[in-house]
């Protein structure tokens, strides 16, 4: 990509009153994306300047292809979208740029939603979901990333003996599936903290407080009468998706971008001491997955689902950039 | 539920210890610590296939507490989920030094995957880019990061 010619593409939907900018190198090279996401969302108008994000109403969702940005384009970035509050949605494309800067991105809580851009392909259908959940709000479901005949077998999980159960369900499917080991473990892995987290981290009491955040992961917990874990996995012959689904919707965005700025940064307090967890488990699981999605409903649930590129050996999958995204769906009824 | 299983031998002045499964909260490497003998402790770990984010925190306690101690301790055929933590997790290792890995390949015509000791202590640390397939004669490709494998060596 050559840095030097900069241009923004605008995608305005009228029927909403929201708009998609798209900020890439050169709008030719992205014209396939674009002709993707005019068909999913609208029109496109083409604008010429970083500077002209500040024109976009709030409701506006700006995808910018971070590895074209040089650097001063790429602090702008982190001072016009960092705080998180007000102003247009940041939708990062990379191919894996991002990566090297992912401290700095999650600890100034501008990385919400990024999509990996292949040198060769963009993955048309994890961008298309991306862009229609942030327009639409019909966030949860992991269903949305696979083709509609790639079925997902449902576990639902209440206690740790059933955590343990639902971690050698899965093992155990990725091993009828052929799967490599070294993926396999990745697999297990992500479910594993996955599955700690709604257990453990997740329940709220009345008071809004946390029933088991503190207590030891060695001492089992069972969630409440009428209260579980829908703990999902598909596979589709090139991805391997991981989904647990908690009834309480106590994650905050935040908390998320903050773990994974200390993950990443890798300093003295990266390992939390303390009776409760290791303050790893969203490092850990970002670190173990092609792309980890976020559905939050605050009060209501949590979703984390977990895709993993299964098509070859580890190096391809370690080799190639990494998805994030945080989707929060609000005053819903 | 205790996912860790560990076998000692006491050899040439060292205690080796060989350690094999999941690195979890379950593990108790407590006992460990306890072993008699103040000899080297080598810490084998080619047989230690996943670590969660509880079982790093363990790991840790762990390697500072043999820090802390007279004894010293080195890990050798460290697998690559070890290899991962190592590159990844700050004072994964501690005082000790790391003295072999095990170098990770895989066959794309059969699915299956082997590893092979690489000593980082001798003067060539070369990582061969593929090897025969001993289960369908194909051909295996190193299967990570060469860079990973190697950038803690000393």
Same mark, same amino acid.
């Given at each position: 990509?050559?840095?030097?010619?900069?241009?923004?593409?605008?995608?305005?939907?009228?029927?909403?009153?929201?708009?998609?900018?798209?900020?890439?190198?050169?709008?030719?090279?992205?014209?396939?994306?674009?002709?993707?996401?005019?068909?999913?969302?609208?029109?496109?108008?083409?604008?010429?300047?970083?500077?002209?994000?500040?024109?976009?109403?709030?409701?506006?969702?700006?995808?910018?292809?971070?590895?074209?940005?040089?650097?001063?384009?790429?602090?702008?970035?982190?001072?016009?979208?960092?705080?998180?509050?007000?102003?247009?949605?940041?939708?990062?494309?990379?191919?894996?740029?991002?990566?090297?800067?992912?401290?700095?991105?999650?600890?100034?809580?501008?990385?919400?939603?990024?999509?990996?851009?292949?040198?060769?392909?963009?993955?048309?259908?994890?961008?298309?979901?991306?862009?229609?959940?942030?327009?639409?709000?019909?966030?949860?479901?992991?269903?949305?990333?696979?083709?509609?005949?790639?079925?997902?077998?449902?576990l639902r999980v209440t206690t740790t003996a059933e955590k343990n159960w639902a971690l050698?369900?899965?093992?155990?499917?990725?091993?009828?599936?052929?799967?490599?080991?070294?993926?396999?473990?990745?697999?297990?892995n992500v479910s594993d903290e996955y599955l700690t987290n709604a257990l453990y981290n997740a329940p709220v009491a009345e008071d809004g407080s946390r029933k088991y955040a503190s207590r030891p992961r060695t001492q089992p917990v069972a969630l409440d009468p009428g209260q579980e874990i829908e703990f999902?996995?598909?596979?589709?012959?090139?991805?391997?998706?991981?989904a647990a689904k908690d009834p309480f919707g106590s994650l905050e965005?935040v908390q998320v971008?903050d773990y994974?700025?200390?993950?990443?940064?890798?300093?003295?307090?990266?390992v939390s001491e303390g009776t409760g967890g290791a303050g790893l488990g969203f490092f850990q699981i970002?670190?173990?997955?092609?792309?980890?999605?976020i559905?939050l409903e605050p009060g209501k649930r949590t979703e984390m689902?977990?895709?993993?590129?299964?098509?070859?050996?580890?190096?391809?999958?370690?080799?190639?950039?990494?998805?994030?995204?945080?989707?929060?769906?609000?005053?819903?009824? | 539920m205790?996912t860790?299983?560990?076998?000692?031998?006491?050899?040439?002045?060292?205690?080796?210890?060989?350690?094999?499964?999941?690195?979890t909260e379950d593990a108790d490497?407590?006992?460990?610590?306890?072993?008699?003998?103040?000899?080297?402790?080598?810490?084998?770990?080619?047989?230690?296939?996943?670590?969660n984010s509880c079982g790093v925190r363990e790991?840790?306690?762990?390697?500072?507490?043999? &820090?802390?101690?007279?004894?010293?301790?080195?890990?050798?055929?460290? %697998?690559? !989920?070890? @290899?991962?933590?190592?590159? =990844?997790? #700050?004072?994964?290792?501690?005082?000790?030094?790391?003295? &072999?890995?095990?170098?990770?390949?895989?066959?794309?015509?059969?699915? %299956?995957? !082997?590893? @092979?000791?690489?000593?980082? =202590?001798? #003067?060539?640390?070369?990582?061969?880019?593929?090897?025969?397939?001993?289960?369908?004669?194909?051909?295996?490709?190193?299967?990570?990061?060469?860079?990973?494998?190697?950038?803690?060596?000393?």
């Amino acid at each position: 990509m050559d840095p030097k010619s900069p241009r923004l593409s605008i995608l305005p939907v009228s029927s909403s009153g929201k708009s998609i900018a798209f900020l890439g190198a050169d709008a030719d090279e992205f014209a396939e994306l674009v002709r993707g996401l005019r068909k999913a969302v609208g029109e496109v108008k083409v604008i010429e300047s970083l500077a002209e994000v500040s024109k976009l109403p709030s409701s506006s969702l700006v995808a910018v292809y971070y590895d074209a940005r040089i650097e001063a384009d790429r602090n702008r970035l982190i001072s016009d979208f960092g705080g998180g509050a007000g102003g247009p949605t940041l939708l990062l494309l990379s191919e894996k740029r991002a990566r090297h800067n992912f401290a700095q991105l999650f600890g100034s809580h501008v990385l919400t939603n990024m999509i990996v851009i292949d040198s060769n392909s963009v993955n048309d259908r994890d961008l298309l979901v991306t862009v229609k959940k942030l327009r639409y709000g019909d966030i949860f479901g992991m269903e949305k990333y696979f083709a509609p005949d790639a079925k997902a077998h449902t576990l639902r999980v209440t206690t740790t003996a059933e955590k343990n159960w639902a971690l050698n369900t899965i093992s155990e499917y990725a091993g009828v599936l052929g799967i490599p080991p070294r993926l396999r473990a990745l697999i297990r892995n992500v479910s594993d903290e996955y599955l700690t987290n709604a257990l453990y981290n997740a329940p709220v009491a009345e008071d809004g407080s946390r029933k088991y955040a503190s207590r030891p992961r060695t001492q089992p917990v069972a969630l409440d009468p009428g209260q579980e874990i829908e703990f999902q996995f598909c596979y589709d012959g090139a991805r391997f998706g991981i989904a647990a689904k908690d009834p309480f919707g106590s994650l905050e965005p935040v908390q998320v971008q903050d773990y994974l700025a200390k993950g990443f940064r890798g300093g003295e307090d990266q390992v939390s001491e303390g009776t409760g967890g290791a303050g790893l488990g969203f490092f850990q699981i970002l670190d173990s997955l092609s792309h980890l999605v976020i559905n939050l409903e605050p009060g209501k649930r949590t979703e984390m689902i977990g895709l993993l590129d299964v098509r070859g050996g580890y190096r391809n999958f370690t080799e190639a950039g990494k998805s994030f995204n945080i989707f929060v769906r609000q005053g819903s009824p | 539920m205790n996912t860790l299983k560990w076998k000692v031998a006491n050899a040439n002045g060292k205690t080796e210890v060989e350690i094999q499964g999941a690195i979890t909260e379950d593990a108790d490497l407590n006992g460990l610590l306890a072993l008699e003998g103040s000899g080297l402790l080598a810490l084998d770990l080619a047989g230690v296939v996943q670590i969660n984010s509880c079982g790093v925190r363990e790991w840790i306690h762990f390697v500072r507490k043999l &820090s802390d101690g007279d004894r010293g301790f080195e890990l050798v055929r460290c %697998s690559p !989920a070890i @290899v991962r933590q190592l590159n =990844t997790i #700050a004072n994964f290792r501690g005082a000790g030094s790391v003295r &072999s890995v095990m170098l990770p390949y895989y066959c794309s015509s059969c699915r %299956s995957e !082997a590893q @092979v000791p690489l000593d980082l =202590t001798g #003067a060539s640390r070369e990582i061969a880019d593929e090897i025969p397939c001993a289960k369908c004669g194909g051909t295996m490709e190193f299967d990570d990061m060469p860079s990973t494998y190697v950038s803690f060596a000393g």
